[in-house]
């Protein structure tokens, strides 16, 4: 049966969201949808758009009409104004706005992820590393065949691809990316969950066949994210709630309340770097420069798994996917070669210069939980280099990052130095302010603020102390856009403003 505006109206009535409708008992409520949208610069003939958000003006319901739109959805401060606008259009009325708006859309979009596998990956630390490291098993041979992925780096469907603007998008995006990669022939859908995303709803009628819970630290704390850490936390718990199994690790903080959520799947397969109680653990972990190989241990062999990236902490990542491979039934020779070339856009990228003096260590750790289990690995696989670290802090949330990350940083790195990332609407000398303000005593460090100028200021150190030095340039990672105030404006990655300061440099002295 097609999915249309009345039907749509009995769904939400059904889950008792429907505040009200307008012209849906017409002709026009009997008009098929086929998906929604919440931007009017995308809309495709035949959806539903959805109007939401502090700056939705009316202009942006008309223009979706003239595109194609047969219907809106709204909340209840709205449809005065827009049914006087718009009048004879089929409105749907909802109470709760986020949820009418994922439930809607999992309709009108027809359900794709009851044709795919959907692997949900949550935690404060890792989500990326793993989602990749799946990504490169279930593609096996042939990247962008098999699996479409959802995340903080990168958003692919089998049809669309680009630069990720959310980590997991808002519902009408999510289940528009879920449909094009069952149209596209896409086996699986490998993705990434925020705490946001589950707080907010925007999964919500998703259904997981493996939810992946990495840890839990205290991070994202604001007043526009979460008020506390319980807040947090139980927002991350709900993804157990849609999923058929769980993959939980066994090292996280809060284990017992994480297994106790978990639980409510029908299958939980535990795994851990540090003890063999698991179901997937690990032994003999070695590391070497840029690599780390473990032998790994699960229900179904024990094998040597080596990896192409530099982490003490990517064992942990490698077991989650090894994990959440066990429950899709995925075997050690489709899995050992994948993890031995897999690698994450600006995740633990290594960069070395011509004369190995100064190496660059490009990665996106940006939180307490990360920088804890960053920097102790770079002390122990860079053993005698000296440690500059490069990095800021956002503007708009995480307020307590100025305070914890000197604070972290300051237990390894020999000289810290402070720049912009992502401010926002806060000003970059306000933040590296707080950031220095918070810097242990006798810790050497400056501020910076423009970050192109840091990173050349961190080669100069770097080439000038003695003995090599490592350059751990954090939290921007491979991203190309940086978010100042209301916009995302293009930056240049870490990376390449990285290798520009160092021929810059080897031009300055060519004798050294």
Same mark, same amino acid.
Not at 19 to 29: I, L, P, Q
Not at 104 to 131: C, M, N, Q
């Given at each position: 049966?097609?999915?249309?505006?009345?039907?749509?109206?009995?769904?939400?009535?059904?889950?008792?969201?429907?505040?009200?409708?307008?012209?849906?008992?017409?002709?026009?409520?009997?008009?098929?949808?086929?998906?929604?949208?919440?931007?009017?610069?995308?809309?495709?003939?035949?959806?539903?758009?959805?109007?939401?958000?502090?700056?939705?003006?009316?202009?942006y319901?008309?223009?979706?009409?003239?595109?194609?739109?047969?219907?809106?959805?709204?909340?209840?401060?709205?449809?005065?104004?827009?049914?006087?606008?718009?009048?004879?259009?089929?409105?749907?009325?909802?109470?709760?706005?986020?949820?009418?708006?994922?439930?809607?859309?999992?309709?009108?979009?027809?359900?794709?992820?009851?044709?795919?596998?959907?692997?949900?990956?949550? #935690?404060?630390?890792?989500?990326?590393?793993?989602s990749?490291?799946?990504?490169?098993?279930?593609?096996?041979?042939?990247?962008?065949?098999?699996?479409?992925?959802?995340?903080?780096?990168?958003?692919?469907?089998?049809?669309?691809?680009?630069?990720?603007?959310?980590?997991?998008?808002?519902?009408?995006?999510?289940?528009?990316?879920?449909?094009?990669?069952?149209?596209?022939?896409?086996?699986?859908m490998?993705?990434?969950?925020?705490?946001?995303?589950?707080?907010?709803?925007?999964?919500?009628?998703l259904?997981?066949?493996?939810?992946?819970?990495?840890?839990? #630290?205290?991070?994202?704390?604001?007043?526009?994210?979460?008020?506390?850490?319980?807040?947090?936390?139980?927002?991350?718990?709900?993804?157990?709630?849609?999923?058929?199994?769980?993959?939980?690790?066994?090292?996280?903080?809060?284990?017992?309340?994480?297994?106790?959520?978990?639980?409510?799947?029908?299958?939980?397969?535990?795994?851990?770097?540090?003890?063999?109680?698991?179901?997937?653990?690990?032994?003999?972990?070695?590391?070497?420069?840029?690599?780390?190989?473990f032998?790994a241990h699960?229900?179904?062999?024990?094998?040597?798994?080596?990896?192409?990236?530099?982490?003490?902490?990517?064992?942990?990542?490698?077991?989650?996917?090894?994990?959440?491979?066990?429950?899709?039934?995925?075997?050690?020779?489709?899995?050992?070669?994948?993890?031995?070339?897999?690698?994450?856009?600006?995740?633990?990228?290594?960069?070395?210069?011509?004369?190995?003096?100064?190496?660059?260590?490009?990665?996106?750790?940006?939180?307490r939980?990360?920088?804890?289990?960053?920097?102790?690995?770079?002390?122990?696989?860079?053993?005698?280099?000296?440690?500059?670290?490069?990095?800021?802090?956002?503007?708009?949330?995480?307020?307590?990052?100025?305070?914890?990350?000197?604070?972290?940083?300051?237990?390894?790195?020999?000289?810290?130095?402070?720049?912009?990332?992502?401010?926002?609407?806060?000003?970059?000398?306000e933040?590296c302010?707080?950031?220095?303000?918070?810097?242990?005593?006798?810790?050497?460090?400056?501020?910076?603020?423009?970050?192109?100028?840091?990173?050349h200021?961190?080669?100069?150190?770097?080439?000038?102390?003695?003995?090599?030095?490592?350059?751990?340039?954090?939290?921007?990672?491979?991203?190309?856009?940086?978010?100042?105030?209301?916009?995302?404006?293009?930056?240049?990655?870490?990376?390449?403003?990285?290798?520009?300061?160092?021929?810059?440099?080897?031009?300055?002295?060519?004798?050294?």
């Amino acid at each position: 049966m097609d999915t249309t505006p009345s039907s749509l109206a009995q769904l939400l009535n059904a889950e008792g969201l429907l505040a009200t409708t307008a012209n849906v008992t017409t002709e026009k409520g009997s008009t098929p949808v086929t998906g929604a949208d919440c931007d009017s610069r995308v809309v495709v003939p035949g959806h539903v758009f959805v109007c939401k958000g502090a700056a939705f003006r009316p202009t942006y319901l008309t223009s979706a009409l003239e595109k194609g739109a047969v219907a809106y959805l709204c909340d209840e401060n709205r449809v005065g104004e827009l049914a006087a606008t718009v009048p004879g259009v089929p409105a749907l009325v909802a109470s709760d706005l986020r949820r009418a708006m994922a439930l809607v859309s999992a309709e009108a979009f027809g359900h794709p992820d009851r044709d795919l596998k959907v692997v949900g990956i949550t #935690g404060t630390k890792g989500k990326s590393t793993v989602s990749y490291m799946l990504r490169a098993v279930l593609d096996g041979d042939e990247p962008y065949a098999h699996a479409g992925v959802m995340g903080s780096i990168e958003t692919f469907d089998g049809i669309e691809c680009e630069e990720s603007h959310n980590t997991t998008p808002e519902s009408p995006d999510l289940w528009r990316h879920l449909a094009n990669a069952r149209k596209a022939g896409l086996a699986y859908m490998d993705m990434e969950v925020s705490s946001q995303a589950l707080k907010y709803d925007r999964v919500l009628g998703l259904g997981l066949d493996v939810a992946c819970f990495l840890n839990i #630290g205290r991070d994202h704390i604001s007043p526009v994210e979460h008020p506390n850490f319980e807040d947090y936390f139980q927002s991350k718990l709900r993804i157990f709630d849609q999923a058929r199994a769980a993959v939980v690790n066994l090292d996280s903080d809060e284990i017992e309340t994480i297994l106790d959520r978990a639980s409510r799947c029908e299958r939980v397969v535990t795994f851990s770097a540090k003890g063999r109680s698991a179901d997937v653990w690990a032994t003999d972990i070695q590391t070497g420069y840029g690599t780390v190989s473990f032998t790994a241990h699960t229900p179904s062999w024990e094998e040597t798994v080596s990896l192409g990236m530099p982490g003490l902490f990517n064992v942990d990542n490698a077991l989650a996917t090894i994990a959440i491979c066990e429950v899709l039934g995925i075997g050690y020779e489709r899995i050992a070669e994948p993890l031995s070339r897999a690698r994450v856009p600006g995740r633990m990228e290594l960069l070395p210069s011509p004369d190995a003096k100064v190496v660059a260590l490009v990665d996106y750790a940006h939180n307490r939980l990360s920088y804890q289990r960053f920097f102790p690995s770079v002390k122990e696989e860079f053993a005698g280099y000296r440690i500059i670290a490069v990095f800021g802090a956002p503007g708009g949330k995480a307020y307590e990052r100025r305070r914890e990350l000197p604070e972290e940083a300051a237990k390894y790195a020999d000289y810290l130095i402070y720049t912009e990332e992502d401010p926002a609407n806060d000003p970059v000398e306000e933040i590296c302010q707080q950031m220095a303000d918070a810097t242990p005593a006798g810790t050497a460090y400056e501020v910076i603020l423009d970050r192109e100028e840091a990173i050349h200021r961190a080669v100069q150190l770097g080439y000038e102390g003695e003995g090599p030095a490592i350059l751990c340039l954090l939290a921007k990672g491979d991203e190309t856009r940086q978010h100042e105030g209301n916009e995302f404006v293009p930056c240049r990655t870490d990376g390449d403003i990285y290798q520009e300061a160092v021929r810059n440099w080897h031009a300055a002295h060519p004798k050294a």
